[in-house]
């Protein structure tokens, strides 16, 4: 048992009388710009995704810093007898 178009249609003509026309074009307007913006944030989202993901293919766009140095380990006897 769903809701027949009769049904609908009642309910939308009450939506109208309560709300009215203009208020209803405001919120539809404001509803499709909410919908514009999403889909807007999530292509860019998309593209600086993709821009990552070349970034860990191609070895040329990865930055090495050339004055790292490599960590040093250090045990527990390598430091006392630097303290010493």
């Known amino acids: ?3 027949s ?3 609908l249609l009642i309910l939308l003509v009450i939506v109208l009388l309560i709300f009215g026309t203009k ?3 405001n919120l539809g307007g404001d509803l499709g710009g909410a919908i514009k913006g999403f889909k807007k944030a999530m292509k860019e989202e ?3 995704d993709g821009e990552e ?3 860990d293919k191609d070895p040329e766009l990865l930055t090495k810093d050339e ?3 490599p ?3 250090t ?3 390598e430091k006392q007898s630097q303290d010493k």
């Open 46 to 48: 998309g593209k600086k």
């Open 23 to 25: 208020r209803l074009r």
């Open 71 to 73: 960590q040093q380990k």
């Open 5 to 7: 178009w009769q049904q």
């Open 67 to 69: 004055n790292a140095k």
């Open 1 to 3: 048992m769903g809701i």
């Open 75 to 77: 045990t527990s006897e």
């Open 53 to 55: 993901e070349d970034a």
